[in-house]
């Protein structure tokens, strides 16, 4: 069991530029998790993907913001025209089929507009 | 929208001492789950401990255990013989069992601060 994976843990972008976070899920966990933490804030919750269908968004993910997980494993998060706001860590999280519907988080991508 | 509070910013204790960390939530779900994160500096958030609303008894892992108080929505965490390694962030976070509702909402955190 490898953990949670996220790639690339840092980017730094200029505003307006358009930047992708890769996340790899625990193999076996069907759930996959988007969250957006910001300095001195619990994480936010941003989207959540069974298997490939997602099947919630956050009102804090803009038109700017799009997720994929094409074969319900790896997912992708996209961010359009990025704006100083958007400077933050990036979480994603995975979890089983089974259990409590525990969440295990990645390392994180942290983001920073310039 | 359910909410999460953690009312103590920053807590310090001295190692091997008892240190007890407070959650309050509000929801108008009678089933959900509760779950304590621990965010050390620089690294990932790990799951300490969870609780599931529909079971009366308290959870505990080692020492960590939790008081549940469904009535009065509180979810405190209580470290024994704290150790430096416990040194971190803590939150606390809610987990609708509604389906459709699958996202943590997290409180703002506590920092925890462990005197050697």
């Not at chain 1, 799009?66 to 995975?94: H, N, V, W």
Request: with cysteine; hydrophobic share 30%; glycine share 6%.
């Amino acid at each position: 069991d490898t953990g949670v994976s996220q790639d690339p843990r840092h980017k730094i972008t200029k505003r307006g530029q358009n930047v992708t976070f890769r996340c790899d899920p625990i193999s076996e966990h069907n759930r996959l998790y988007w969250y957006r933490q910001t300095l001195g804030q619990g994480p936010e919750f941003l989207t959540y993907f069974q298997n490939e269908a997602q099947l919630e968004k956050s009102r804090l993910l803009s038109d700017r913001f799009s997720a994929e997980r094409p074969k319900g494993s790896f997912s992708t998060l996209e961010i359009q025209r990025t704006e100083q706001g958007d400077s933050a860590m990036y979480l994603c999280a995975s979890g089983p089929p089974w259990g409590a519907y525990e969440q295990y988080f990645g390392p994180g991508t942290r983001l920073t507009v310039t | 929208a359910q909410t999460v509070t953690q009312s103590q910013p920053e807590m310090s204790v001295q190692e091997a001492e008892t240190v007890t960390l407070s959650c309050t939530y509000d929801t108008s779900e009678s089933d959900y789950y509760l779950f304590w994160y621990k965010q050390p500096p620089s690294r990932q958030m790990i799951l300490v401990i969870r609780q599931e609303a529909y079971k009366q008894q308290n959870a505990t892992e080692n020492r960590f255990s939790v008081n549940f108080q469904k009535a009065a929505k509180s979810f405190s965490l209580k470290i024994s013989d704290s150790q430096l390694g416990d040194a971190a962030m803590y939150f606390c976070a809610y987990r609708s069992a509604r389906g459709g509702a699958d996202g943590l909402t997290f409180g703002k955190g506590t920092h925890l601060i462990i005197q050697p």
